[in-house]
Each structure stands twice: as structure tokens, then as C-alpha cells.
């Protein structure tokens, strides 16, 4: 990863026995080919450290130790901003699910995109982290995407993951109706301190409806970034309309990219397949 090249990727597909696409750090690549979308074994692509017109926060974390960003979000930005005239905006924000194991994170991730998502009990818990892409129209009527960051109950508990939490970025803990409390301190303050503060909302899973206590004024005192707690049963969808709105005008209201995706038809941007 740390040789130079003054010259951009070549046209054609080289001899992989050769270069390893998914290790470009510390180069001067500042443009990629199209064939490189289509690599049916590309699962990462390390790209930090290049004058690549990408944003930093999507390439990865600046710790080059850490794997680097999502692939399909970093090729997406990518392609879609080669041609300004075959593109209109696309506003985006990173909305990130935390909290512990089985609280229902990963049901609420797939709520957002699918309310009528049936939940499955057998359904295995959440591994490292899922990002899912949620698409809805910002208030100003442009196509707006936020990238649903869904960790496993237990894989934030390491120092490692805790560098994925960034400024920047919207925060949802969920919290269940489990005997032992959910430590809702140790979670605010993982998030306000590795995040800067960024805004956060508690969602109270009632499963079996049963009542879930937060004493919300008193956590607003202390950590000024929570912006609401709200209540749900995601077993049948109570309160998730609400929750709905809450995330989407919490998301518009970060500070966000702006990149620019394919106007409707355009074939600007060369195909890719989704690996999530």
C-alpha cells in the first residue's frame, strides 16, 4: 500500500496475480477506471491517502489500521459525480443504530424500509455491522438517502468499533423492556464523547407492551444532545410512523454531503451490484 503512481488505474483489467485492487492506499490515484465497479470479488476498497474526489469519512477511518469504508458507498459517490450534466443532487447522512444485543436494532432498520417486515424469531443477531440505504425525499423535494449504520449489540463495546461513530451523523439508541436495565448512561456518553455531541434519540421498544421507564428530563439534563424519546412496539408497529418522521427530519437536519447521483434514465454511471 505504500507505493506511488503518478499515473491513474488502467483502462483495462490488469493481472490481479500482480496489484490487489482492494489495497490503492498511500498513492496518487486520482481517478478510477469503470471496470473496477464490476469485479465480482471486490468486497473492500482501500483508497485513503489518495487525491481521489471522495470524501474522507466515506473512505474510512483515518487509523489505516481499521478496514477502510463501504464499498458500494465509496463507488457510488464515485460514479455518480463524474458527469455534473447527467447528475442532480442527492443529499446524504449517516444515521447509526446503537444499543444492546436482541434490543431490536436490527428490526428497527428493517422497519424503516419495510413497516410490514415480519419480524422472524429464528433471525440471527446482527454480526459487526449492516449498512442499509433508506431513501425519501428531503422537504425541499430533492432525493435525500440515509445510510443506516446497524451495529451488533456487542461488537460497539470494542475500541475498535467505536472509531465508526462519527460526527456528523445521526444516533438512535434502543432500549428493550429486559429485567436488567439497558446502562443508558454508558451509551450517551459513547456517543456524545466519540461523536461530539451529535444528536441522539432514544426509542423504547415496548415488546409485549410492556412499559419501558426513561426518565427523559433528567437524561436531557445531562446530555443536551438527546433530542426526544420515543415509544414503540415494533411487533405491530406501534408508534413507528412517528419514529419515522423523527428520523428523516433528524436526518435532513445534519450537516451533510451533497453528491450528485444519475438523473432518472441517465447512463452515466456504470452498473453495480449491491453487496449488503
Known amino acids: 500500500s505504500a507505493q506511488t503512481s503518478s499515473a491513474p488505474c488502467p483502462r483495462r483489467s490488469p493481472n490481479w496475480s500482480i496489484c490487489n485492487p482492494s489495497h490503492l492506499g498511500y498513492n496518487r490515484f486520482s481517478m478510477l477506471p469503470e471496470w473496477i465497479a464490476g469485479l465480482p470479488n471486490l468486497v473492500q476498497l ?3 491517502r489518495n487525491p481521489i474526489p471522495v470524501p474522507p469519512e466515506l473512505l474510512g477511518p483515518k487509523e489505516t489500521w ?3 469504508g463501504d464499498l458500494q458507498a465509496i463507488l457510488d459517490y464515485y460514479f455518480q459525480t463524474l458527469d455534473p450534466d447527467e447528475s442532480e443532487p442527492l443529499y446524504e447522512a449517516k444515521f447509526i443504530i446503537v444499543g444492546e444485543g436482541e434490543a431490536g436494532k436490527t428490526t428497527l432498520a428493517k ?3 419495510e413497516p410490514d417486515y ?3 424469531s429464528d433471525e440471527k443477531s446482527t454480526e459487526g455491522i449492516d449498512v442499509l440505504r433508506w431513501e425519501f425525499n428531503h422537504p425541499n423535494g430533492s432525493p435525500f438517502r440515509a445510510n443506516i449504520w446497524d451495529f451488533g449489540g456487542q461488537e460497539i463495546y470494542h475500541a475498535t468499533h467505536q472509531f465508526f461513530l462519527t460526527q456528523r451523523s445521526l444516533y438512535a439508541l434502543v432500549v ?3 429485567p436488567e436495565n439497558t446502562d443508558l448512561n454508558y451509551w450517551l456518553n459513547v456517543v456524545r464523547l466519540r461523536s461530539d455531541n451529535s444528536p441522539i434519540l432514544i426509542i423504547k421498544n415496548e415488546k409485549q407492551d410492556r412499559q419501558c421507564e426513561v426518565n427523559d428530563r ?3 439534563a445531562e446530555f443536551p444532545n438527546l433530542e426526544t424519546v420515543l415509544t414503540t412496539n415494533l411487533a405491530d408497529n406501534r408508534g413507528l410512523a412517528a419514529i419515522q418522521t423523527a428520523i428523516q427530519s433528524g436526518s435532513c437536519n445534519c450537516p ?3 453528491p450528485t447521483c444519475p438523473k432518472s434514465g441517465s447512463a452515466s454511471a456504470p452498473p453495480r ?3 449488503h
Open 46 to 48: 482501500d483508497l485513503r
Open 118 to 120: 415480519d419480524l422472524d
Open 111 to 113: 422497519k424503516l424500509l
Open 256 to 258: 451533510m454531503w451533497a
Open 176 to 178: 428493550d423492556t429486559r
Open 66 to 68: 481499521q478496514g477502510p
Open 273 to 275: 451490484k449491491h453487496r
Open 218 to 220: 433528567a437524561l436531557r
